[in-house]
C-alpha cells in the first residue's frame, strides 16, 4: 500500500474520532478528505470484500437493512453505511472504519447504499458482486435532471464493472432495461399478474413511452406508477420473465405484509415485517440479490419477518399514541405513502413537513403531482392534518386545494412545539417529512422518546 493512501486512512480515523467525539456524526467528512488524498482509496479497500450495492429512486435505505439483517441471521461479518451516507465520501468512510492502517478490511461482507448518480464513479472502484436497482423514478429535477439522466449514471456506473451481476426490478421498464445493453449478467424480480389487484392506468407515470422506440407502453396489469406488465406494440420490448416472482400478495396489514414467492422452482411463504406494497417490491429485491450472493435462504426469510425498519422508513416512536415517519421525496413514493394510510381504520394526525433544501430537491413543485386529493377518501379517520417545514405554506395551499377544510389545516414550524403537541395526543400519529425535515425533527422525536441518532 502507498504512503498516500495510508496517510487517507490515518486521517479518515482521526477526523471520524474527533467527529464523534463532538458527536457530529462524522458519517461522510472524512472520507470527503480521505479522498482528496487519495482519490482511489475505496477500490484499494473494498477488493476482497463481498458486496451488494443497492440504488435506485425509492427503497435504497429499506431494501439495504432487509439485507443486513439476512447478514445477521447467516452469522457473517459485515459493514454497511446503515447512516445514509451514500456517496463516495460517506462510503469511503465506513470502508475506512472497518479497515487496518494498512487497507485490510476486516469485514467479508458489505451492503452499500449508493446514490443514483454517485454510482457513475463508485461502482468501478466498489466492484460490487451483486448490484440490486429498485426502480427509477422522477427525483429531484434540480439535481439528477430527467429520469433519463439517472439512468444513464447507473449505466455508466455498471461499464466499469462487468463482472457484478444485476438484480433488477422486471417491473419497471427504466430499470429492466438496463440489462439491454451491458455484458453484466442479470436476473429479475417482481410481483406478477393477479399477485395484487391491476389499476386501470398508472396514476402516475414516468416512464409512459418505450425507452427503446418511444411508441406509448400498453400494460397488462399495473400495480402503481409505471410498474407492471409493461409492453411496447412496435418493438415488441416487454417485462422480462422474472425469477424470484411475488405470485401472490395474501396480506398487506397496517405494520407488516405476507406474500407467497415462487423462485428456484419451489413456492415460498415470505412475511415482511413493514407495510405496503412498496415494501413488497424491496423484501423482493432483497431476497433475489441475497439469495444470488449464496445466502440460505431459510435465513433470508426469517430475516425479513423480523428486521427492524430503516432510518425515518415507517420508524415508530413511542410519542402520544404512537408515531410512525415515513419518508417522502417524490409524487410516486408520496402516493404509495396515502395508499398506505387508507388501509388505516382508526382515528389519526397526519403530519407533513416540506423542505427544499439541497438534500431535499430545491423544486417542491412535485407536491403538485402527488395525488394529495386521496385524502378527502381518508375522512372520517383523518382527525386534523398539521403542516410543518420550511415550505409549509406551500404544503397548507396543496393540502387545501386537495379539499381538506381549511378548519383541519394547522401550522407548526417549530419542531419542539410540534413533538410537545402531538406528545399530548392520545391519537396515533403519521408524519411524512422530506429528507432534510427528516434529520431534523427527528433529533427532536429522539430526545423525547429516546432511540439512537442516524449515524448510530
Not at 462510503?91 to 448518480?117: K, P, Q, W
Not at 395525488?371 to 420550511?390: C, M, Q, T, W
Request: net charge neutral.
Amino acid at each position: 500500500m502507498s504512503f498516500r493512501a495510508f496517510l487517507a486512512i490515518s486521517l479518515c480515523k482521526v477526523l471520524r474520532f474527533l467527529s464523534r467525539l463532538l458527536r457530529r456524526g462524522g458519517t461522510a467528512m472524512p472520507g470527503r478528505w480521505a479522498v482528496k488524498v487519495c482519490p482511489n482509496l475505496l477500490s484499494l479497500l473494498a477488493g476482497t470484500v463481498k458486496t451488494i450495492a443497492v440504488t435506485g429512486t425509492n427503497g435504497k435505505t429499506s431494501t439495504a437493512r432487509m439485507i443486513e439483517a439476512a447478514f445477521q441471521e447467516e452469522g457473517v461479518s459485515y459493514l454497511i453505511n446503515r447512516s445514509g451516507a451514500n456517496l463516495m465520501s460517506g462510503i469511503v468512510t465506513e470502508f475506512v472504519m472497518n479497515s487496518t492502517l494498512t487497507g485490510r478490511c476486516r469485514r467479508e461482507y458489505a451492503v452499500i447504499e449508493c446514490d443514483e448518480a454517485a454510482a457513475r464513479t463508485v461502482f468501478s472502484q466498489l466492484r460490487p458482486r451483486v448490484v440490486l436497482v429498485t426502480n427509477l423514478f422522477r427525483d429531484q429535477l434540480d439535481r439528477y435532471g430527467e429520469v433519463t439522466h439517472t439512468l444513464e449514471n447507473i449505466r455508466t456506473g455498471l461499464q466499469g464493472t462487468p463482472d457484478a451481476l444485476l438484480c433488477l426490478n422486471a417491473d419497471c421498464s427504466l430499470t429492466a432495461s438496463l440489462a439491454q445493453d451491458l455484458p453484466n449478467r442479470a436476473v429479475f424480480y417482481g410481483i406478477e399478474k393477479g399477485a395484487v389487484p391491476s389499476r386501470e392506468k398508472p396514476e402516475i407515470s414516468d416512464a409512459t413511452h418505450c425507452i427503446r422506440c418511444k411508441t406509448e407502453y400498453d400494460y397488462d396489469y399495473i400495480t402503481y406508477a409505471h410498474l407492471g406488465g409493461f409492453r411496447c406494440p412496435h418493438c415488441g420490448y416487454s417485462r422480462p420473465a422474472a425469477a424470484y416472482a411475488v405470485t401472490e400478495v395474501q396480506a398487506l396489514r397496517a405494520d407488516s405484509s405476507t406474500v407467497t414467492m415462487h423462485f428456484r422452482g419451489e413456492d415460498h411463504r415470505v412475511d415482511v415485517n413493514l407495510p405496503a406494497l412498496y415494501n413488497v417490491y424491496n423484501a423482493a429485491g432483497a431476497l433475489a440479490a441475497l439469495s444470488e450472493l449464496g445466502i440460505r435462504t431459510d435465513h433470508v426469510i426469517r430475516a425479513l419477518a423480523a428486521f427492524r425498519c430503516g432510518f425515518g422508513r415507517m420508524e415508530q416512536f413511542a410519542i402520544g399514541g404512537g408515531l410512525r415517519l415515513m419518508l417522502v421525496k417524490n409524487p410516486a413514493g408520496c402516493n404509495q405513502v396515502l395508499e398506505f394510510l387508507q388501509g388505516v381504520t382508526e382515528d389519526y394526525i397526519l403530519v407533513i413537513c416540506l423542505n427544499d433544501r439541497g438534500a431535499d430537491g430545491t423544486d417542491v413543485s412535485w407536491i403538485w403531482d402527488a395525488d394529495f386529493e386521496k385524502l378527502s377518501s381518508l375522512l372520517p379517520n383523518l382527525r386534523e392534518v398539521i403542516v410543518s417545514g420550511d415550505r409549509a405554506a406551500d404544503m397548507h395551499v396543496r393540502i387545501k386545494y386537495a379539499g381538506i377544510d381549511e378548519g383541519m389545516i394547522s401550522e407548526e414550524r417549530n419542531y419542539e412545539a410540534l413533538v410537545s403537541r402531538l406528545s399530548g395526543s392520545s391519537l396515533p400519529v403519521f408524519v411524512m417529512p422530506t429528507y432534510t425535515a427528516l434529520l431534523d425533527l427527528r433529533s427532536v422525536i429522539v430526545r423525547h422518546a429516546g432511540g439512537s441518532e442516524f449515524w448510530e
